[in-house]
């Protein structure tokens, strides 16, 4: 049991075993630290052989977790192609629980275990099913495109799926599809606005809020240029739009590595989750990240002790009803079927420093 490990397990074996992870986390974990994660990420990896089970870890996630036992690294588009054609009997969801969801959603014969059933999403949880057929309503014709940070229930009512990484696009072909020149993009209001500022398509949005994301703010940034006029300012679309207008790129989780991997910019400011900063630091020796970063505190609820219960317990395991789990699946397997943009969503921040306003419902 989890509650077991101590340095003691801290053996030789373990050290050389483990040699290549220590160098990729030892900026960011201490050696004392890496002695108690050392142990625990050795008897995850030999569970996950001996179960058949795989690990799909979120770019939030801590960076013992992000470097030693996450099999798939990605944000959630990524997660969830990755579920898609994963052939393990066992998916552990390193991330929140919309995500292992949708895992379940795309997997229902395989079991999805989520370490800490509490880890939750303010966007997720700011919207129901009943929401988006009284929405239908009063829209009657509109298609619904939903954000994947939504529950399953919401998601079979949704006419597709989207995620940071393809909302643009989502959101075109549903007009094309529909032959209409309005579509609702729901629950994030942020979002919604970062999209409608890149496409003629007009936008109907919910008042959803990342409760990470909504506190960044333009000031941030200016303080930071002016202390750093050399710092490249990278900003997630879950941010106000003030804030995307401000920063010099924009895009999802897996698109800012990627940014930062290839252009190894001198110095960075990640306006997200702390985690990707302490992940992405790897890749990029010579980059020196900024603040301000803020916690998501549902992400943090995961750690490498409950992932290992999750293993050895078999627990918690994540089930959705087959009736809405079939609508669900519609909605994700369109998203997935949608050809992958060539290359990661790159905001056209000249276009987005004009206000557009979204319908608000
Ligand atoms: P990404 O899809 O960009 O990884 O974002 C997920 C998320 O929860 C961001 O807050
Ligand atoms: Fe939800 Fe925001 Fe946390 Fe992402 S960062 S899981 S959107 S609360």
Request: hydrophobic share 45%.
């Amino acid at each position: 049991m989890a509650d077991g490990f101590a340095r003691s397990d801290f053996t030789p074996k373990v050290e050389a075993e483990l040699a290549a992870t220590w160098d990729k986390v030892k900026g960011r974990v201490t050696p004392l630290e890496w002695q108690i994660h050392a142990p625990l990420i050795a008897r995850i990896n030999r569970l996950k052989r001996e179960k058949n089970a795989v690990i799909l870890a979120h770019n939030y996630m801590t960076p013992e977790i992000f470097h030693g036992v996450g099999d798939y690294v990605g944000d959630s588009l990524g997660l969830a192609r990755e579920a898609a054609r994963s052939d393990a009997k066992i998916i552990v969801q390193a991330g929140v629980h919309f995500m292992a969801e949708t895992s379940k959603v795309l997997c229902p014969d395989k079991t999805v275990l989520i370490p800490d059933l509490r880890a939750g999403c303010s966007l997720a949880s700011s919207i129901t099913g009943a929401d988006v057929r009284l929405i239908k309503q009063r829209y009657p014709g509109l298609p619904v495109v939903t954000y994947v940070n939504t529950t399953a229930d919401v998601k079979a009512e949704t006419d597709i799926c989207c995620t940071s990484a393809n909302a643009v696009q989502v959101v075109e072909w549903a007009a094309r599809e529909w032959g209409v020149d309005r579509v609702i993009l729901i629950p994030d209001e942020f979002l919604a606005r970062n999209v409608a500022a890149q496409t003629d398509i007009k936008i109907i949005a919910w008042q959803g809020r990342c409760e990470v994301h909504e506190r960044f703010n333009a000031q941030d940034i200016a303080d930071l240029r002016a202390a750093y006029p050399g710092a490249e300012v990278l900003a997630h679309p879950e941010c106000p739009e003030e804030v995307l207008a401000a920063s010099d790129f924009a895009g999802s989780t897996a698109a800012m590595i990627d940014y930062v991997v290839t252009r190894q910019p001198r110095q960075v400011v990640l306006l997200t989750e702390c985690s990707m900063a302490s992940n992405v630091a790897a890749d990029a020796p010579g980059t020196q990240f900024l603040g301000p970063c803020n916690l998501c505190p549902h992400m943090k609820r995961i750690s490498l002790e409950n992932i290992l219960e999750a293993l050895e317990k078999e627990q918690y395991e994540v089930t959705v009803d087959p009736a809405i789990a079939d609508r669900a699946r519609l909605a994700v397997q369109r998203m997935i079927d949608l050809p992958p943009p060539a290359t990661p969503a790159r905001y056209d921040l000249v276009k987005a420093r004009h206000h557009v306003d979204v319908e608000l419902i």
